[in-house]
């Protein structure tokens, strides 16, 4: 809990910072749900809570749901109402399915890079300069990509937008 609740003062403030500044972008809000969790073991020496938060999303995600209390995920609720906004041109239904695809995406990725920081050798997946970068990258493309003429023709009625 005490993680969860660094995590989501560290999200508000950053996206206050980005509503003042008006910088809200996919790109931007997606940084804020990623680098608070990056920068956790750095505030509090957490080395392991993106792993324990992974394995918990996967395995037991009503107990997680149940240790939170729905507490601590203001920061998180935010970003995505920010990223429905800034997607209104795909349907509500693929954008929801979509971030919670990258809930889960992105704690597995930031799981995969805890572990190997924490071998002390980041590898080749992690130890070029661009390899943060290009994950925002995939990050930012899972929730804005067009949905294909499948997908949308899967839609009932008002979803299809």
């Not at 149940?66 to 041109?89: F, T």
């Not at 990258?137 to 899972?142: A, G, I, K, L, Y």
């Not at 949905?147 to 979803?159: C, F, K, M, Q, V």
């Amino acid at each position: 809990m005490d993680g969860a609740r660094l995590i989501d003062e560290d999200r508000q403030t950053r996206l206050d910072t980005l509503e003042a500044e008006e910088r809200i972008t996919v790109r931007a809000v997606l940084g804020a749900l990623l680098f608070p969790m990056l920068e956790l073991s750095d505030r509090t020496g957490q080395a392991t809570y993106i792993r324990m938060i992974a394995n918990l999303q996967l395995n037991n995600r009503p107990f997680l749901r149940e240790a939170l209390e729905n507490r601590w995920n203001v920061g998180y609720q935010r970003c995505n109402a920010l990223l429905r906004n800034l997607l209104s041109d795909i349907p509500p239904a693929i954008v929801d399915h979509r971030l919670s695809l990258v809930g889960i995406y992105g704690n597995a990725s930031l799981a995969a890079w805890e572990a190997t920081r924490d071998s002390g050798e980041l590898g080749s997946l992690w130890s070029p300069p661009y390899a943060m970068s290009n994950l925002m990258d995939t990050f930012e493309s899972v929730p804005a990509a067009e949905p294909s003429e499948e997908t949308r023709s899967l839609l009932g009625g008002a979803d299809a937008g």
